[in-house]
């Protein structure tokens, strides 16, 4: 008898087909791929750096007098000038100029492929059978699937968030340009080919002409859907305001993503504003002086001369060295990161810090695409992750002992095992991010104990486990979450580990450095720094704890840095 529900059952390997294929591409188009990405960096890091370069308030007044001259409102122009003020005063200025930058390649690129194809769509029917399914996937596809091809492909950085930004952006443009050809009346289209056109001449005299309007209102929905990538973007190390909303979600500070996101809406506003008047019907000949009909020539030659000064001076001037430390935004490795960032730029060290997803973290140290991380947690929670890239990187050993992981409750609830738990808390764990180790340990124990059977793990971010624990405090009400030991809430809170009289939480854990291959032959003095990092969970904790009570990470290192020059100084030593 044939079982029906079996053989539906039974997964097609479209997974195993997928990796295959991704890991065929690698291999094989390695060489291509980082032709891509250097020539792609190269360029996107001399656009920000010329940005960053001009001075703020030249561009505060410039931007505005452009917006003035683009649409002639003076309504238009103090709102450009107002919100540029607001994201200077808010300190996301460097922010603001790599997230333009991000927006500003992938658009090009999306506009340079999106139009041909979307004359192919109009002049095609088959081309537009073949071609309207993939934009529909595309279109559709969560827009945090394409960051797993990008960082294959691309490592981290600016141009895997082009890339994703390119594949989610790309669709209005092409769909635009086909609605806009194919709506031109017939009759117009006729009237060009009885003058005698080449299908050339009808193309770029008639028909996009007429269809501008409709191309630009694709292009203005191109340019929105790659701003709105900024944020997915940031988890794969692209710069920018981004950054500082996913670090606020995962933090759960209400304020700072309030003020990140608020940045966003500016820019947003200006250049959908920007995009808009542009493509308004141009004055009059007659009424345009001729500085006007030679502007952008000149700004675009100023803007190259700039930037081509810039690189000269500072490939000729700067002898700093760089040095790139990936971190996963928890409040631990938040305090480690910035006090060796800290003590290394003291040593003449231009240090990049780039906050990535806990496993593209690993993986950008095993392909040299960042130098180190101090921030694998062994060996329990990034087992997984180390068993995957122990050949391709290198590991120096512990930077802090004592760590510690389980489930936590206050001290006001009257248990102290895992064992104890029956129906406090709604039945419910509150979790931190679903990549994180502890999770997968969570999960684990609510499989292996009995009593856990009717409980569930829910996924959430640090941000707002800390936040839901708050609460809970607040009103003496009962809450599980998943912790970890040195963290800043034990300080703070008065909190309680679990016993785990079955071990799946693991025992003991270390906090390990790791650093890619070939880093001691390269720059063999920053590589003993980072080999010498290591402190006490109290040092750690006491970072932490000043970053929670309001004092930035970077200020917060530095004040410990300086009441412990000892300490420093071995590791420099």
Do not use: C
């Not at 940005?51 to 649409?71: E, G, M, Q």
Request: proline share 4%.
């Amino acid at each position: 008898e044939i079982n029906v529900d079996k053989i539906l059952q039974n997964s097609l390997p479209i997974k195993d087909l997928v990796d295959k294929g991704i890991d065929w591409l690698t291999e094989h188009l390695a060489g291509l791929f980082k032709i891509i990405q250097v020539s792609g960096d190269t360029m996107m890091n001399f656009v920000s750096d010329t940005l960053n370069v001009i001075p703020p308030l030249l561009l505060l007044i410039v931007i505005p007098a452009l917006a003035y001259y683009v649409s002639r409102k003076k309504g238009f122009t103090a709102l450009t000038m107002l919100g540029l003020l607001f994201i200077y005063n808010q300190g996301l200025w460097e922010e603001m100029l790599y997230t333009f930058t991000l927006v500003l390649v992938a658009s090009l690129i999306s506009v340079l492929l999106g139009i041909p194809l979307g004359v192919w769509m109009a002049k095609s029917n088959r081309a537009k059978s073949i071609i309207s399914p993939l934009l529909d996937f595309m279109q559709t596809m969560p827009a945090f699937v394409y960051l797993i091809p990008a960082v294959a492909f691309f490592g981290i950085g600016m141009v895997p968030g082009v890339f994703a930004s390119v594949i989610f952006a790309l669709p209005p443009t092409v769909r635009f340009t086909n609605l806009g050809i194919r709506e031109i009346p017939e009759e117009l289209i006729e009237a060009s080919e009885s003058f005698g056109s080449t299908d050339r001449q009808r193309l770029f005299k008639v028909e996009l002409p007429l269809a501008k309007n409709t191309i630009f209102a694709g292009v203005n929905q191109t340019i929105m859907l790659a701003l709105s990538m900024v944020v997915t973007a940031s988890m794969i190390g692209a710069p920018g305001l981004g950054n500082g909303v996913l670090s606020a979600l995962q933090h759960a500070e209400i304020g700072a993503g309030f003020v990140s996101g608020l940045a966003l809406v500016v820019l947003a506003i200006i250049i959908d504003r920007f995009t808009q008047f542009l493509n308004q019907p141009k004055r009059k000949a007659a009424k345009q002086s001729t500085f006007a009909k030679f502007l952008a020539p000149i700004l675009l030659i100023s803007f190259l001369m700039t930037g081509i000064t810039q690189s000269f001076l500072k490939a000729t001037t700067s002898d700093k060295k760089e040095i790139t430390l990936a971190y996963v935004e928890w409040d631990s490795e938040v305090a480690s990161t910035n006090v060796l960032a800290e003590v290394l730029t003291s040593q003449g060290y231009d240090v990049n810090l780039i906050s990535l997803d806990n496993a593209v973290a690993w993986k950008s140290i095993a392909e040299g695409n960042a130098d180190a991380s101090v921030s694998a947690w062994l060996p329990t929670t990034h087992q997984a992750q180390y068993e995957q890239y122990k050949d391709q990187l290198v590991d120096l050993g512990a930077n802090l002992f004592g760590t510690s992981l389980g489930l936590a409750v206050p001290s006001y609830m009257d248990i102290s095992t895992i064992e104890e738990l029956t129906s406090q808390a709604n039945q419910t764990i509150i979790g931190i991010e679903p990549g994180a180790g502890i999770m997968a340990a969570a999960d684990s124990a609510v499989n292996e104990y009995a009593n856990l059977s009717t409980w569930s793990l829910t996924a959430s971010s640090t941000g707002a486990m800390v936040t839901s624990l708050e609460q809970a405090l607040k009103n003496e009400d009962d809450i599980v979450v998943t912790a970890w030991m040195p963290h800043w809430m034990f300080a703070k809170y008065d909190l309680k580990f679990l016993e785990d009289p079955m071990g799946v939480f693991g025992d003991v854990e270390e906090i390990h450095t790791i650093v890619r291959q070939g880093l001691k032959e390269d720059q063999a003095d920053a590589y003993n720094i980072i080999d010498q990092f290591n402190w006490e969970p109290e040092d750690m904790q006491a970072v932490m704890l000043a970053i929670s009570e309001g004092k930035t990470p970077r200020q917060s290192a530095r004040d410990w840095i300086e009441l412990n020059p000892d300490k420093v100084k071995e590791w420099l030593d």
